[in-house]
């Protein structure tokens, strides 16, 4: 059945850079997605990235995208305190309405 | 323009309660879902609707009921509750041209 593994934790000190990375199983998928939710609040979308596309640039996010691997990464340049939440990689599953989500990374930025 | 409204955010229920969760959305979404989070477990997805009066089941639809009688509008029914609904509850919508989900800000309910 469809799948997505990621991590479960990740630790970074403030102003270096975080790689969060995404396994995913359907090679189908339609569009990949990074969302971010923060302790007490629901998921915030961060980027998307189509899945003819290997990369996407966002300001400070960079997706890569490895579809021989069905790998799937997320780049935070110069990490801030504020980008510790939990970071979800979802898949969109071509002819259907469902999204499949990993079971999140969460990131702690450390001063 | 508010997003996707839930309520109530916090809820504790008995066991054989019944109950529903609210969610509205006003950004004319044609597509709108209900998931569950529980530790260790990511998302996952319980029921969805692709339009007003369109609804199906998802993953982990037993024990919840929905309806779309609006496009606005996509509550969720809990049946006769039970510890094992203990989770967070979100609503998400999306368009068809398929962007990203939109989600709501949960609602933690506690079955005790």
């Known amino acids: 059945g469809e799948d997505v593994e990621q991590s479960l934790f990740l630790s970074v000190r403030e102003g270096d850079s975080s790689v969060i990375n995404c396994t995913y199983t359907d090679s189908s998928s339609t569009y990949l997605y990074w969302y971010k939710q923060e302790p007490g609040a629901g998921l915030q979308l961060l980027t998307y990235?189509?899945?003819?596309?290997d990369m996407k640039q966002d300001q400070r996010l960079t997706v890569l995208l490895n579809k021989k691997d069905k790998h799937l990464s997320l780049r935070i340049a110069d990490t801030q305190t504020g980008d510790s939440a939990i970071y979800f990689c979802a898949e969109s599953l071509s002819g259907t309405y469902k999204y499949i989500f990993g079971t999140g990374t969460r990131l702690k930025v450390l001063a | 323009n508010a997003g996707v409204t839930q309520t109530p955010k916090f809820q504790v229920l008995k066991t054989g309660q019944s109950m529903t969760l609210q969610c509205a959305q006003d950004m004319n979404h044609e597509y709108m879902s209900w998931y569950r989070q529980d530790p260790g477990m990511g998302l996952r997805l319980i029921h969805y609707?692709?339009?007003?009066?369109?609804?199906d089941q998802g993953e982990v639809p037993n024990g919840y009921n929905v309806s779309r009688s609006t496009t606005e509008d996509f509550p969720l029914r809990l049946l006769s509750a039970a510890p094992s609904q203990t989770s967070v509850y979100f609503c998400a919508s999306r368009t068809v041209e398929d962007y990203g989900y939109t989600f709501g800000s949960g609602t933690r309910l506690t079955v005790v």
């Open positions: 609707s692709v339009g007003a009066g369109i609804t």
């Open positions: 990235i189509f899945s003819n596309m």
